[in-house]
C-alpha cells in the first residue's frame, strides 16, 4: 500500500475507538497522486485524514456534554491539538496568492464530501428489519480505477463505523480533487438492500460527468470559502460520533443476536429470586470439592441423581424415599440440607433415633460449617438451647434425637419462629410406628404441617411397610430402588444346610451347599448352631457381625468362639490388639471386663448397651481399623453407627423374646457388604425347624389437626369400634382431667363441641419442658411437695426430683445394698428418704425379708434408690466402682446418668414456666451440667466438644489443652503427635467441633453487645417524635 494508506492504518491503530467490530469494511484505492509539493501533499493528507462521512436518517441520540466521554482518546479541542494545526494550515495557505487555487480545490473537496454524505449510505430501521440504502457511486472513468468493495478485506478490520465512513469519504473527496469535473448524482437510482445481504461489488454505474456540474461546484466553494475549517472539522467530528453502527455480515449478526438473547437470560436470571448458586446441584463447586475433601465420594451414584432433579423436590414438595441400607440415602439428604442452608438461607433441622448417630454427624459436617458459614448444633441429651438462638446472618444445622427435635419444634411454635425452619430431616422414618417415640415423632411432623406451610420435610428409610398411609400423613411424593452398591445375598442355615433366599423359587428358597466343618463331640455340645464353621470361614481377613438375642448371649458367644480358634489368631496385628487393650484400661480407670481381656487377643468382643460410652468407641474404631474382625451384638448396633462387615450372622430370629419383624431384619442384614469397602455381602439366619414357617408368613380446629395425623390416617384399622371424632373427644377429657386444658365458660351451649379450650400454666410448663402426659402432674406435685422443706446441704434431694420416672418402673433394687447404702447417708440425707416416703424401718425390713403391712409406693422407693445410684457417681465420678458398689451392670449405670441428664434438662424448663418453682431455675442448671458430663469441673470445657469422652479429655487436659480456645486452636498434626492413640480423623473432627462451638459463642456474644447498643424500640423520646410526625 502507498504511503498515505500506511498512514491511515497508523491512525486507525493508535486512535481506534472501543466500538463493535465489522465483519467487512470498505479498503479504499489509493488517491491520484496530486502536483504538488512536498510539504502541501503531507499538509492535504493531514486535512482529509481529519474528514468523517455522516450516515443519513440517522435517530438523534442524547447529546454528550463531555467531550472527552465523547472522542476517549482522540485530541481535544485545545489549542495544540490536531484541528487547531489544521486552522494554522488553513490561514496560511488563505494568505499567500500562490496558494488560492489550492485552497478552492479544499472548499471543493468540502463541499464534494458534504454531498457524498447525502448519497452514499443511508440506514434506516423499522421494526426488527434495518435497511441500507445505498445510492449510485459514480467514478472518475478519465483518471482513476474502479473502486471496490471487499468485504474479507482485513486491511481496516474491527475499525469503528464512522472511521469507516470516513476513509470512504476520503477516497471519494480525493477523487474529487483529481480532476476538473465532479461526477454526476443520480438521485432517482438508489435501491435498497437488507443486513442479511453482503452489498454487491461490481453493481454500480458510473454515470457521466458534465461540465456543468463542475461549475456548479465551483461557485459553491467560492460561497463557502470564508467558513472556518476547524468548525467544520468540528461538527462533522461531532457527527460521527453519534452514528450509528453500520453491520455488514450475516455471521457477524447472528453471532451478536446470540450474545444478546444470553445476555437477556442472564439479565433474567439476576433479577428474578433464583436459588442456584452453582453448578454442583445449585451448590457452589466448592461443596463438591469439600466432598471429595471430607469424605471421598467423587461421583454420585445415578438414582440419587435422579432423586436430586425429581420434579417434587425441585418444587420443594415433601419427599420419602426409601432404599437398602448402604445405599447412599444420608449423601441426598445432606446436599438437601445445603441447598436450603446456603441458597433458600433458612435453617434445617435433622432428626436421627439415637445419640450416638447424633454425634457421629455433628463430627462429620462440623467441617462443612466451617467451610461454608452456617453453625452445626447439637440437640442431643441435655444438649441444646430452648428456643434455639436467633442468628443474624449464618443459618443454623439443628441435628437432634427424635426427643429433642420435638421440644426444638415447639420452642419455635411458641415463639413464632416456626416459618424460619426451611427444612426438616427424618431419618428411619419407620420408627414412627415404635411405641413411645414413634408417637413423639409423629406429633413432631403433626405440628410442622399444621403450623408452616413453607417447611419441607424429608423422611429415608430402608425398611417402609405402610408406604401409603404415611404418603397420606405427610402429605409427600414417594421414590424408591433396590440400588445397592455391593450385591447382598441373603441365606438361611437349617442344621447343615444352607439355603439362598430366592422369591422365584417355591418355597422361598433353593440350596446352596452343606457345611464341611470337622467337629469334635464337645465343640458339637458348645456349638450346636455351628456358629464356629460360619466365622472361621470370613475371619480375619474379612469382618463378620453375629446378632445375637440378649445381652448376656453375647458375652457366651464371644467367648465360646474364642475357646474353639486356634492360637494362630492371636498373631494377627497382635501389637494393635495389645493398644486397645491398654486404651481400654485407661479410659476405665485400670480396670477392664474379664470377657474382654480373654476375646480381644483373639480380635473379637461383644458389643451391647452394657459398655460405656468410652469403651464402645474405642472398641468401633478397633473394628473400623481392622484390629478387631468380630463382633457379637445386640440389634441396637443395626440402627447404631455405621459398623460394616462381609458376612452378617443372626445367631435367631428374636430379639429377647419376640419374634423378628421384618424392618428389624432388613436393618440388620444391611450392615453386610457396605460400599467402598466389600466387593460382595453376605448374610445368614439361623434357624430351627419349628421358626421356619414363620419366617414365610376449636374444638373443630382439634379434629382437623387430628385428622392430618398419622393415627389419623390409620385409625379405622387401628380402632374400628370408635370413630376418630370420638376418640379426639376422650383425649379433651383426658387432658382436662390432668389439669392440662381448660375448657371456656364463655360459650352456652350444651354440645361439648362447641366449647372452646386453651391450656393451662400446666399443661405449658408440660409443653415447654416435654414431659411425658403420663407424669407431668406427678412431676408438679413433687415439686410442690420438695419447696416444703428443699435439703440443700447436699445434691441428692434435688438428684431424686430430676430422677427419671421411667426408668424407676424398671428397677428391681437390690434390698441390702439400699440397707447400706442408706446407713451411710448423714442425717439431713436420711430426712430428704423421709420426706419422699420411705423410712429407714421400711428398708430394713425388706433386706431382712420381713413381711410389711404398710403400704409404700413402689415406684417412690425405686425412685429413690436409683437417685442413690446417682448421687454416689456425682461424688465418685467412676462408673466402675459405681457399678461393683450397687452390683449393676455399668451400660446401665451410664443411661441411667444420660437419662438423668436429659430429664433435669426437660424439668428445668419445666419450671421456668411456673414462677412458684423459681427457686429450682438456678440449682437445676447446674445439676444438669454436672449429670451430662460427671466429671471433675476442669474437664467440663472441654467435653462440651462433640467426641471428646472423659478419658480424652483427661489426656487433653494433661498435654496442656485446657479450654475450648486451646482445641479450637490446635494443629491436628500436633494433637496426634501429642496425644496416644489419637487418629489423624479424630483429631480432625476435634478441632473441627472445637472452633464450630467457638463460632457460636463468639456470634452469641456479638449478638448481645449488639442488642445492648440498639437503641430500645418504646424508647420515650423515639416514640414521641413518631407521634408527631404521623
Not at 445505498?134 to 486491511?155: C, F, L, M, W, Y
Not at 462440623?366 to 446472618?393: D, N, Q, T
Not at 452390683?887 to 449405670?893: D, S, V
Request: glycine share 6%.
Amino acid at each position: 500500500m502507498d504511503e498515505g494508506g500506511s498512514r491511515i492504518r497508523r491512525r486507525v491503530s493508535v486512535r481506534k475507538r472501543n466500538r463493535p467490530s465489522l465483519e467487512s469494511v470498505f479498503a479504499a484505492s489509493p488517491a491520484t497522486e496530486l502536483k504538488h509539493s512536498d510539504e502541501e501533499k503531507d499538509d492535504e493528507e493531514m486535512v482529509a485524514g481529519s474528514r468523517r462521512r455522516k450516515t443519513v436518517d440517522v435517530q438523534p441520540v442524547e447529546i454528550i456534554d463531555s467531550e472527552e466521554d465523547m472522542f476517549g482518546d482522540y485530541d481535544s479541542f485545545a489549542e495544540n491539538s490536531f484541528l487547531a494545526q489544521v486552522d494554522d494550515l488553513e490561514q496560511k495557505y488563505l494568505q499567500l496568492p500562490e496558494h488560492r487555487n489550492h485552497a478552492t480545490d479544499h472548499a471543493n473537496e468540502d463541499l464534494c464530501s458534504e454531498s457524498d454524505k447525502h448519497n452514499t449510505l443511508n440506514v434506516t430501521v423499522v421494526g426488527d428489519c434495518t435497511e441500507l440504502n445505498i445510492g449510485d457511486h459514480t467514478k472518475n472513468q478519465s483518471r482513476h480505477e474502479d473502486v471496490s468493495i471487499e468485504p474479507e478485506a482485513d486491511i481496516l478490520y474491527d475499525v469503528p463505523s464512522s472511521q469507516v465512513l470516513f476513509f470512504e469519504n476520503l477516497h471519494n473527496s480525493s477523487s474529487d480533487l483529481g480532476g476538473p469535473s465532479t461526477e454526476e448524482k443520480d438521485w432517482n437510482s438508489s435501491f435498497p438492500k437488507t443486513v442479511n445481504e453482503e452489498l454487491p461489488v461490481n453493481s454500480r454505474e458510473q454515470p457521466q460527468q458534465t461540465v456543468e456540474s463542475s461549475s456548479k461546484i465551483r461557485t459553491s466553494s467560492d460561497a463557502n470559502r470564508g467558513k472556518s475549517l476547524k468548525d467544520h472539522l468540528k461538527s462533522t467530528m461531532t457527527g460521527n460520533a453519534k452514528a450509528q453502527t453500520p453491520i455488514f455480515s450475516r455471521t457477524k449478526q447472528l453471532k451478536e443476536t446470540l450474545l444478546s438473547e444470553e445476555i437477556n437470560v442472564a439479565k433474567k436470571t439476576i433479577e428474578s429470586s433464583s436459588d442456584d448458586l452453582g453448578p454442583f446441584y445449585s451448590l457452589p463447586s466448592k461443596v463438591r470439592d469439600l466432598y471429595v475433601q471430607f469424605k471421598g465420594i467423587e461421583k454420585l451414584y445415578e438414582w440419587q441423581h435422579t432423586c436430586l432433579t425429581l420434579k417434587s423436590v425441585q418444587e420443594r414438595k415433601n419427599l420419602i424415599y426409601s432404599l437398602p441400607t448402604s445405599g447412599g440415602k444420608t449423601l441426598v439428604a445432606e446436599i438437601l440440607m445445603l441447598q436450603e442452608l446456603l441458597c433458600r438461607r433458612r435453617d434445617v433441622l435433622m432428626i436421627l433415633p439415637y445419640v450416638a448417630i447424633v454425634q457421629e454427624k455433628i463430627s462429620g459436617l462440623s467441617s462443612f460449617g466451617i467451610e461454608l458459614g452456617f453453625f452445626v448444633e447439637e440437640y442431643a441429651g441435655s444438649k441444646g438451647k430452648f428456643p434455639p438462638i436467633k442468628r443474624r446472618e449464618k443459618k443454623s444445622l439443628y441435628i437432634a434425637t427424635i426427643e429433642k427435635g420435638h421440644s426444638l419444634v415447639n420452642s419455635l411454635i411458641e415463639t413464632g419462629r416456626i416459618s424460619s425452619l426451611g427444612l426438616v430431616v427424618v431419618d428411619e422414618l419407620h420408627m414412627i410406628g415404635e411405641g413411645t417415640r414413634g408417637a413423639i415423632l409423629e406429633m413432631t411432623l403433626a405440628k410442622i404441617l399444621y403450623t408452616s406451610k413453607t417447611t419441607q420435610i424429608i423422611g429415608m428409610s430402608a425398611t417402609l411397610n405402610n408406604v401409603e398411609d404415611l404418603q397420606k400423613f405427610l402429605q409427600a411424593e414417594y421414590y424408591t430402588s433396590q440400588f445397592r452398591p455391593v450385591e447382598l445375598k441373603e441365606y438361611l442355615k437349617i442344621n447343615d444346610t444352607i439355603y439362598e433366599v430366592n422369591s422365584r423359587a417355591e418355597n422361598g428358597m433353593t440350596f446352596s451347599r452343606l457345611l464341611n466343618y470337622k467337629y469334635s463331640d464337645t465343640l458339637k455340645k458348645m456349638d450346636p448352631d455351628h456358629l464356629v464353621a460360619l466365622v472361621t470361614e470370613v475371619i480375619p481377613s474379612y469382618s463378620c457381625l453375629v446378632f445375637c438375642p440378649t445381652k448376656k448371649n453375647c458375652e457366651n458367644v464371644a467367648e465360646m468362639i474364642c475357646k474353639s480358634l486356634s492360637k494362630e489368631y492371636l498373631k494377627h496385628k497382635e501389637k494393635e490388639k495389645q493398644e486397645v487393650i491398654q486404651n481400654l484400661k485407661n479410659v476405665s480407670g485400670g480396670n477392664l471386663c474379664r470377657v474382654l481381656r480373654h476375646t480381644i487377643p483373639f480380635g473379637v468382643a461383644y458389643h451391647h448397651s452394657g459398655l460405656t460410652s468410652d469403651e464402645r468407641k474405642l472398641l468401633e474404631e478397633a473394628y473400623s481399623t481392622g484390629v478387631l474382625c468380630l463382633f457379637t451384638c445386640t440389634s441396637t448396633l443395626a440402627a447404631g453407627v455405621n459398623l460394616p462387615a462381609r458376612r452378617v450372622i443372626l445367631r435367631a430370629p428374636y430379639v429377647a423374646k419376640e419374634f423378628l419383624k421384618r424392618n428389624q431384619y432388613k436393618q440388620m442384614i444391611g450392615r453386610a457388604g457396605r460400599a467402598g469397602i466389600d466387593s460382595v455381602g453376605e448374610s445368614i439366619l439361623i434357624l430351627q425347624e419349628k421358626d421356619k414357617q414363620q419366617i414365610a408368613t376449636n374444638l373443630d380446629d382439634i379434629y382437623c389437626f387430628m385428622s392430618g395425623t398419622f393415627f389419623g390416617v390409620q385409625q379405622k384399622v387401628l380402632l374400628k369400634e370408635k370413630s376418630l371424632w370420638e376418640i379426639t373427644m376422650e383425649s379433651l377429657r383426658y387432658l382436662t382431667e390432668k389439669g392440662l386444658l381448660q375448657k371456656d365458660t364463655m360459650c352456652g351451649s350444651e354440645e361439648e363441641f362447641q366449647n372452646n379450650f386453651h391450656i393451662t400454666k400446666l399443661g405449658r410448663a408440660s409443653f415447654k419442658g416435654t414431659i411425658d402426659l403420663a407424669y407431668c402432674d406427678i412431676l408438679y406435685r413433687d415439686l410442690k411437695k420438695g419447696l416444703e422443706g428443699l435439703m440443700l446441704e447436699s445434691l441428692l434431694h434435688l438428684i431424686y426430683l430430676t430422677t427419671p420416672y421411667d426408668m424407676a418402673s424398671q428397677c428391681d433394687p437390690d434390698w441390702m445394698i439400699y440397707f447400706r447404702q442408706f446407713n451411710q447417708l448423714s442425717p439431713a440425707e436420711q430426712n430428704v428418704a423421709a420426706l419422699v416416703g420411705v423410712s429407714e424401718n421400711f428398708i430394713g425390713k425388706k433386706a431382712s425379708g420381713q413381711a410389711i403391712r404398710k403400704k409404700v409406693d413402689k415406684n417412690i422407693v425405686n425412685r429413690l434408690y436409683l437417685s442413690f445410684i446417682l448421687y454416689t457417681l456425682l461424688k465418685e465420678t467412676n462408673i466402675w466402682s459405681v457399678s461393683e458398689k450397687f452390683n449393676m451392670p455399668r451400660g446401665y449405670i451410664q443411661s441411667l446418668l444420660s437419662a438423668a441428664a436429659a430429664f433435669s434438662s426437660c424439668v428445668l424448663h419445666f419450671c421456668e414456666e411456673l414462677e412458684e418453682f423459681w427457686v429450682y431455675r438456678a440449682l437445676l442448671g447446674e445439676l444438669t451440667k454436672k449429670l451430662t458430663y460427671c466429671v471433675k469441673a476442669e474437664l467440663i470445657p472441654l467435653m462440651e466438644v462433640t467426641g471428646v469422652l472423659e478419658g480424652r479429655a483427661r489426656q487433653l487436659y494433661n498435654a496442656g489443652y485446657k479450654s475450648l480456645t486451646h482445641l479450637a486452636n490446635a494443629n491436628p498434626e500436633v494433637l496426634i503427635r501429642t496425644i496416644d492413640h489419637l487418629s489423624r480423623r479424630q483429631a480432625k473432627q476435634i478441632v473441627s467441633s472445637a472452633k464450630m462451638l467457638l463460632h457460636e459463642k463468639a456470634e452469641a456474644l456479638q449478638e448481645e453487645v449488639e442488642e445492648l447498643l440498639r437503641l430500645p424500640s418504646d424508647f420515650p423520646g423515639l416514640v414521641a417524635s413518631s407521634t408527631e410526625k404521623a
